[in-house]
């Protein structure tokens, strides 16, 4: 069933671990803007959407009323809860939770009307697309001469597929590949037993092995870059030059060959930096980037590269 | 001339630990027996000021300093960071919410919290916790800062190097946009 849309809504729980409370907590209170009505921490009686872990029993009690929207928390071993209205899997991202709340409302006419949008382009340019869209976490899934062979759900963080197939090779090849948008319940059943790892670490493990061999982010080399955000390094196991390489370049733009000089890393290990970035959305041209709203700090009185490099080197000398 | 960093964070985030890492002096220790035992169930806890210190030669000194864990100080700390090359805010993952926490010494810090390069480091995180990372970042996000994030344990002296390299480098990366 689906809650009214106008009125302010209230999320509960139903046999969650408090871990997982506290992402959905810390969603609700960090994202306020973003979630599309204004939603309230209840209990689960006095709840309209409820997110239930169907191993136990209070997830269970859930699952049988009708009079809530349930959003299920299960593991991608255990097979898709059917009395769900949305399922999550483990473990839970920020991300994924405020997609699912904003898909309560979506919910009723995307049912109705599975959109499937046909598109089609160079594999590498589509990953990127998708990965880097904020404004559109639908999955999709890629087919060649109509069978599928790949599902990238940005929303959880997932790429499915024949994973072996999605190589150098094939990132670089100019075909284009035909792709649709589908609903996430039906990116789950297309390809539902094949290989599957989480969509970031994937890309910078391409991004590993293209080593220094493309530049995925086109080849004019007159082109100026930049980070638009900082990489998720938490997926990356990255040297320490990696870390001043985007300090530089995220507050200037260059080109490629003055990113090399500047950040004295070598083009093979700069690329992989660039490529993988790039893949994963936080590397733009610097023609697509937004001048946006956030805050940039200032040069701190009497800072100079003398005084800076003296720093470094009593640092790692010490 | 005088350089300063300041490490931030809750008790018991691992601001000593990270300031002893790096400094050449060992650290000015102001741990006391901990009598907040409801906060964090540490046996000693900084009253005062953590304070390491690096000669950098020609005249010039680092100086780093780890903010008190206890709350009460927090009215110095826009005067502490005047002038500061960087701030490292260290998030305790183990804590009940520690977005929230990371939020108020952010805004402990006021005005000068957006114009000093920062970088986060979250501490003692494991499988549990890693959702943080990622929440943690869209955060900052939500606040315009643009901060990197890093997961890190301050027992180890070459993640804490990490945490200060990225402050060194903001800093020439502002350095370099000026020239
Ligand atoms: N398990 C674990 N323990 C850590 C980590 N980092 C620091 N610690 C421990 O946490 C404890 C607290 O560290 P301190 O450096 O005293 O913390 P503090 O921020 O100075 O605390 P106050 O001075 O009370 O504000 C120490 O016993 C450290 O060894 C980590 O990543 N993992
Ligand atoms: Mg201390």
Redesign the interface.
């Given at each position: 069933m689906y809650p009214d849309t106008e009125s302010n809504q209230s999320i509960g729980f139903a046999g969650l671990a408090s871990?997982e409370k506290?992402?959905i907590e810390?969603?609700q209170?960090?994202?306020p803007?973003r979630l599309s009505s204004v939603r309230d921490i209840a209990e689960p009686h006095a709840a309209s959407i409820i997110f239930a872990d169907p191993q136990t029993s209070e997830g269970q009690a859930a699952l049988l009323r009708s009079d809530v929207y349930v959003i299920a928390i299960q593991d991608r071993r255990q097979p898709m809860e059917q009395g769900a209205d949305d399922v999550l899997y483990r473990?839970?991202?920020?991300?994924a939770v405020l997609d699912s709340l904003n898909r309560v409302e979506q919910r009723p006419s995307a049912a109705l009307t599975p959109k499937l949008v046909s598109e089609s382009g160079e594999l590498h340019q589509i990953l990127r697309n998708v990965i880097a869209d904020d404004s559109n976490r639908q999955p999709i899934v890629l087919s060649e001469q109509g069978q599928p062979w790949l599902v990238v759900d940005p929303a959880r963080d997932r790429i499915r597929g024949h994973l072996e197939h999605l190589n150098e090779e094939r990132l670089l090849t100019r075909d284009r590949h035909v792709f649709n948008r589908v609903t996430p319940e039906e990116a789950s059943r297309i390809l539902e037993s094949e290989q599957e790892a989480p969509l970031y670490r994937t890309m910078w493990k391409l991004a590993y092995e293209l080593g220094g061999r493309a530049r995925l982010f086109g080849n004019d080399h007159t082109a100026l870059i930049k980070f638009e955000?900082?990489p998720?390094?938490?997926e990356t196991r990255v040297a320490?030059k990696f870390?001043?390489a985007?300090?530089?370049i995220?507050?200037?733009s260059f080109t490629v060959s003055d990113a090399r000089m500047?950040t004295g890393l070598s083009e093979p290990a700069l690329l992989v930096l660039l490529n993988g970035s790039w893949l994963t959305g936080e590397l733009c041209l610097d023609s697509e980037t937004e001048r946006?709203?956030?805050?940039?700090?200032?040069?701190?009185?009497?800072?100079?590269?003398s005084?800076?490099a003296?720093?470094?080197s009593?640092?790692?000398g010490? | 001339m005088e350089y300063k960093i300041l490490i931030t964070g809750t008790m018991g985030a691992g601001k000593t630990t990270a300031i002893q890492q790096v400094s050449d002096s060992p650290a000015v220790l102001t741990d006391v027996h901990n009598t907040r035992q409801d906060e964090s169930a540490k046996p000693t806890t900084t009253a005062a000021f953590d304070f390491g210190e690096l000669d950098l030669g020609e005249g010039d000194c680092l100086r780093i300093y780890g903010t008190p864990g206890q709350e009460r100080f927090s009215f110095m700390w826009p005067i502490l960071a005047r002038g500061a090359i960087g701030i490292i805010y260290l998030v305790d993952a183990t804590r009940e919410s520690p977005i929230d926490d990371l939020d108020s010494f952010i805004k402990a810090f006021g005005e000068s919290s957006g114009t000093i390069p920062s970088v986060v480091g979250l501490n003692k995180c494991n499988d549990e916790s890693s959702y943080l990372a990622p929440a943690i970042q869209d955060y900052l996000d939500s606040k315009g800062l643009q901060w990197p994030v890093l997961l890190t344990d301050v027992r180890e002296r070459s993640e804490v190097l990490e945490l200060f390299e990225i402050l060194i480098s903001l800093n020439e990366a502002l350095v370099m946009e000026q020239a």
């Open positions: 871990h506290n992402t810390c969603v209170r960090i994202y803007h473990p839970l991202r920020p991300r955000r900082w998720n390094f938490s320490g870390l001043r985007v300090s530089l995220r507050h200037n500047k946006g709203a956030s805050k940039v700090p200032s040069k701190p009185g009497g800072v100079n590269s005084v800076l003296r720093i470094r009593r640092l790692s010490a | -």
